[in-house]
Structure formats: C-alpha cells, structure tokens
C-alpha cells in the first residue's frame, strides 16, 4: 500500500525539479529582449476589446491609455496588472520624424499574465 502512494509523489518530486531550470532559462531569454526598456506605468486591465486580426486585441487600461497587441492567443481578465515598459527609438528615426507625437518616438512592451508583448499605443 505504502509504495503506491511513494511512486507518485517521487514522480511529482522528479518533474518539478527538472522543470524549475526551464522556466529559469526561459525568463532570462525573455529578460534579453527587455534590454533598454525602462518601466514608465504600472496599470489594471480595464476591458480587452477583440480587433480585426486574429489575436489582435485593444487593451484598456485603468488609467485611460490603450495599447494595441497582436498574437495574444487568450485576453487578460479584468484587473489583471499590466507593468507598460518604453524604449526610445534610435536616435536617427527621431530626428528624421521629429513632427511625429512623442509618444510614437517609442517602442513599448506590456508585461502581464508572466509574459510580454509588444504593444502600439492607441489614441
């Protein structure tokens, strides 16, 4: 009796072990493409609104600012925390659309639900 209940859990000892350095090796390749990204908000899901592609979807967020995200295959849940990261473009793309609104001189990513997406602002 007591070895079919130890099989198991050494089972279930055994993957998550060999598991944790995967999510290790994945965060810090994820943590590779943030390289010149500064946090600039921190923010709640307001509403997702379904857009034309697919996995295109409008992201509202509390603080009245919304971001377009292509490829995200399931929405985020109402208040879920979005953490919005900002890259300025290089700085010959600013110089050369100087006239454009500051806020498409960036290149920005969202951060929720564990992974990041790369996102345009919507006016």
Same mark, same amino acid.
């Given at each position: 009796?007591?070895?079919?209940?130890?099989?198991?859990? !050494?089972?279930?000892?055994?993957?998550?072990?060999l598991?944790?350095?995967? *999510?290790?090796?994945?965060?810090?390749? &994820?943590? /590779?493409?943030?390289?010149?990204?500064?946090? *600039?908000?921190?923010?709640?899901?307001?509403?997702?609104?379904?857009?034309d592609?697919?996995?295109?979807?409008?992201?509202?967020?509390?603080?009245?600012?919304?971001?377009?995200? &292509? !490829?995200?295959?399931? &929405?985020?849940?109402?208040?879920?925390?979005? *953490?919005?990261?900002?890259?300025?473009?290089?700085?010959? !793309?600013?110089?050369?659309?100087?006239?454009?609104?500051?806020?498409?001189?960036?290149?920005?990513?969202?951060?929720? &639900?564990?992974?990041?997406?790369?996102?345009?602002?919507? /006016?």
């Open positions: 009796m007591r070895t079919s209940i130890v099989h198991p859990v !050494l089972f279930a000892l055994a993957v998550t072990l598991y944790t350095p995967a *999510i290790g090796r994945d965060a810090a390749r &994820d943590l /590779r493409k943030m390289k010149g990204f500064t946090i *600039i908000d921190a923010a709640v899901v307001k509403e997702v609104v379904k857009g592609g697919v996995g295109k979807r409008k992201i509202v967020l509390d603080n009245g600012v919304a971001f377009e995200v &292509d !490829l995200l295959l399931l &929405d985020p849940l109402p208040l879920t925390d979005v *953490i919005i990261f900002a890259k300025p473009l290089p700085k010959e !793309l600013r110089e050369k659309f100087k006239d454009l609104p500051e806020h498409l001189l960036n290149e920005y990513k969202l951060l929720f &639900d564990n992974e990041a997406y790369d996102a345009r602002p919507v /006016r």
